[in-house]
């Protein structure tokens, strides 16, 4: 009878073996397991992303100013339009605030606005690349799921002594944007209030991940200043 030469489908399993329709019982695949333990690391580092974006804003000041750019018909009272033609995306910014721009390690690209007088409060877009295989938001789960995946990462009130506390306020799905509103706040220091808005677009070779921060000191006197102009600059996000 002539030896059977079988083919593995599974790199696991090794060589081709001669003389056996199948695997011996002892031989087990472990490819499964170490593709799916891949993925969630590729979408835990891309989440990463996310929740490094929050704190982006906060070094605005350090970055190198942007070159300069023109208001357009689009702007409104009391705004000015900012399109990035490179990167594709346009928003509005209240006037007289500062722009910079800068590369981040792991980050594609990082635009932050801010105004000169106070830099706790901004609005900062950062880009960053991710794998082929995140095809749209949902790859990382309904807006939901994002949410307190993204606010629980943060959050590190459970430690002892405590550290950063997170808590999630609001978050809803709309025109393919992840809208995340949420809290943090470091022990002794006071509450910074954080509305995100979260997109995806393919720029001819990579998707990359766009997420839109505007932070603002969750008081009385800053929320009455910053906290409308800040969420109407971020909910102006769009791709162009």
Known sequence: MAAVTTASLCPGLGRPRRGHAKPPRTTACHCLPARRAEEGVNRRDALL???????????????????AFAETAEAQEGFTAYEDEANKFTLVIPQGW???????????????????????????????????????????????????????????????????????????????LYYIEYTLQNPGEKRRHIVSAIGMAFNGWYNRLYTVTGQYIDDDEESAIYKPEIEKSVKSFKFT
Not at 49 to 67: C, N, Q, R, W, Y
Not at 118 to 130: E, L, W, Y
Not at 137 to 151: H, I, Q, R, T
């Open 49 to 67: 992303g996310v929740l490094l974006s929050a704190t982006a804003a906060s070094s605005a000041p350090l970055l190198v100013p942007a070159e």
């Open 98 to 176: 500062q722009v910079g721009a800068g590369e981040r390690s792991g980050f594609k690209n990082v635009t932050a606005f801010f105004p000169e007088q106070n830099p706790n409060s901004s609005v900062s877009v950062v880009i960053t690349g991710i794998g082929p295989d995140f095809t749209s938001l949902k790859s990382f789960g309904n807006v939901d799921e994002f949410a307190e995946n993204l606010v629980t990462g943060l959050d590190r009130s459970w430690q002892r002594p405590a550290g950063l506390a997170a808590k999630l306020i609001d978050s809803k799905a709309s025109n393919g």
